[in-house]
């Protein structure tokens, strides 16, 4: 259930309460693909940091351990020691990312495992059934993620589609959900919008989808190619049309200046890979932009990454220490600048909720924003 709080302009400032405690919104979700965020970051760690929500991937889970076997361990908040919610990923986007290993059919695509090579069909109904058997918080409708650009002859047909295979989602999860050995028999549904950067097609599409009724709504194949002005415009455009009592995902994005925009033309949900994997490339986020920790300049520097920052790094390392681990090729380095970056997005969610509250999100994102802009590289 959804509870809008207030808003400033556009920007929703809501809770989302589920079975697996309350969701303060804005929100970023820390990217956990196959039950782990890359860099050796552990549950406990994500407690430390201020974590919400964990966003697991159908796909990668289901090619292993499978899911079969995540849900004769308990599901996938006990298999991974977590107790707060998780989003799980539907598996569409991997029709996209994996378009040279798969055959999209009307019953559902048909892959070869990424790392067998092994045949896989995945069609709505299997995606429920392996999100149910994962017993995620929240469950994402299976869709097509189209490729960019696209024809609008392509992406008529293909959102046409991903609304029948919505139809079928919402069908088999609320089948699943009455299965006396369901693990987590009150699992939502997010429905997801598509139309690649035409207009008229996200709009009329925002429009039926919203009548399934769902417990929330996401804006799908964006970030995927198109310019950032193309992605807030279709923002922007769609996001109106879809219910504003219902929370709003944007998926895959972004930077921190990706979220402040879109914050600001009312979505609810990111997630993205960007913390984690700049951190693995010894890039740490500040308010004063991205740092290079493997820049020389760093060798003698024995400030924390950020001088006014709470996480548990910046509490303890200096930035000598962790260039230095860097250098050395010691695992540390990488967790520790993962640990950070992580901190740093959800300080910033937290940062943007007090500022919606206060009616003070335009002053908020220009102060964010001119800082950013001194990228110190």
Known sequence: MYKLICRDGSAKRGEVSTVHGVIQTPVFMNVGTVGAIKGAVSTAD???????VELSNTYHLHVRPGDEVVKKLGGLHKFMVWDKPILTDSGGFQVFSLAGLRKIKEEGVYFHSHVDGRKIFMGPEESMRIQSNLASTIAMAFDECAPHPATRDYME????????????????????NCLEDTINPQQMLFGINQGGVFEDIRIEHAKRITEFELDGYALGGL???????????????????????KPVYLMGVGTPANILEAVERGVD?????????????????????KMNLLNAKYELDSDP?????????????????????????????????????????????????????????????????????QEEM
């Open 157 to 176: 047909k293909s959102v046409a589609r991903t609304t029948r295979w919505l139809a079928r989602c919402k069908q088999e999860i609320t089948r699943l």
């Open 223 to 245: 970030a995927v190619g198109e310019s950032h002005e193309e992605m807030y415009h279709i923002i922007e455009k769609t996001v109106p049309y879809l219910p504003v009592d």
């Open 46 to 52: 994500l407690h430390d940091i201020g974590t919400q």
């Open 305 to 373: 990454i950020e001088k006014d920052c709470g996480c548990p790094v910046c509490r303890r390392y200096s930035r000598a220490y962790i260039r230095h681990l860097l250098k050395a090729k010691e695992m540390l380095g990488l967790r520790l600048l993962v640990t950070h970056n992580l901190y740093f997005y959800n300080k910033m969610m937290e940062e943007i909720r007090e500022a919606i509250e206060k009616q003070e999100y335009a002053e908020y994102k220009r102060k964010k924003l001119a800082g950013f802009e």
């Open 269 to 289: 949900f990111f997630d993205c890979v960007y913390p984690a994997r700049n951190g693995r490339h010894g890039h740490a986020y500040t308010n004063h932009g």
